[in-house]
T-cell receptor
Framework: DGGITQSPKYLFRKEGQNVTLSCEQN?????MYWYRQDPGQGLRLIYY???????QKGDIAEGYSVSREKKESFPLTVTSAQKNPTAFYLC?????????????FGAGSRLTVL | GDSVTQMEGPVTLSEEAFLTINCTYT??????LFWYVQYPGEGLQLLLK?????DKGSNKGFEATYRKETTSFHLEKGSVQVSDSAVYFC??????????????FGQGTILTVHP
């Protein structure tokens, strides 16, 4: 079945460490997105990519980095510069960038900083 | 830039009550509008969508109408069930300028339905 796979589901990090969250999709979707979800704040856009080798900053990109070397993969690195990284991270993808195509979400990765 | 504002929660209702969750937006051009639902411990699922003014999206008894004149996309259901308890997100997909292709979500509204 086609879908989005995020890993790991749970991740613990010590302060000062970089961590990378994986997002893989086999839907042949062009655009991919990373969101951060905090209680009471909904989803906030970190980065998005509409084509391979290109990506744009979202609303809260500071302290994060991404790459889009392959169409099916959009990993997110949470760097030590991110001051409050504990959150639930959601990856999503969409077919093309036009019209009202449906956004498909992964099951999420929960990052906790110890 | 684009923005979405939802009514603050949490919303607590009894089973079979009428539900309204308000959503208003600010955007350039004619965005597409969505409602997503998130059940505990899961990612988001599309509930319904509308692509142009006066379109009505509907699914599982939920409805929302794209009102360009009031920039709103309120979610309604005539009779809620306990299984509807979840977090509901209003969202838009930008249609113009620097917002093209960008998806923006509201802050989410927690709905709890009691038997």
């Amino acid at each position: 079945d086609g879908g989005i796979t995020q890993s790991p589901k749970y991740l613990f990090r010590k302060e000062g460490q970089n961590v990378t969250l994986s997002c893989e999709q086999n839907l042949n979707h062009d655009a991919m997105y990373w969101y951060r979800q905090d209680p009471g704040q909904g989803l906030r856009l970190i980065y998005y990519s509409q084509i391979v080798n290109d990506f744009q900053k979202g609303d809260i990109a500071e302290g994060y980095s991404v790459s889009r070397e392959k169409k099916e993969s959009f990993p997110l690195t949470v760097t030590s510069a991110q001051k409050n990284p504990t959150a639930f991270y959601l990856c999503a993808s969409i077919e093309g960038s036009f019209g009202a195509n449906v956004l498909t979400f992964g099951a999420g990765s929960r990052l906790t900083v110890l | 830039g684009d923005s979405v504002t939802q009514m603050e929660g949490p919303v607590t209702l009894s089973e079979e009550a009428f539900l309204t969750i308000n959503c208003t937006y600010t955007a350039t051009g004619y965005p597409s509008l969505f409602w997503y639902v998130q059940y505990p411990g899961e990612g988001l699922q599309l509930l319904l969508k509308a692509t142009k003014a006066d379109d009505k999206g509907s699914n599982k008894g939920f409805e929302a109408t794209y009102r360009k004149e009031t920039t709103s996309f309120h979610l309604e259901k005539g009779s809620v069930q306990v299984s509807d308890s979840a977090v509901y997100f209003c969202a838009l997909k930008g249609a113009g300028g620097t917002s093209y292709g960008k998806l923006t979500f509201g802050q989410g509204t927690i709905l709890t339905v009691h038997p």
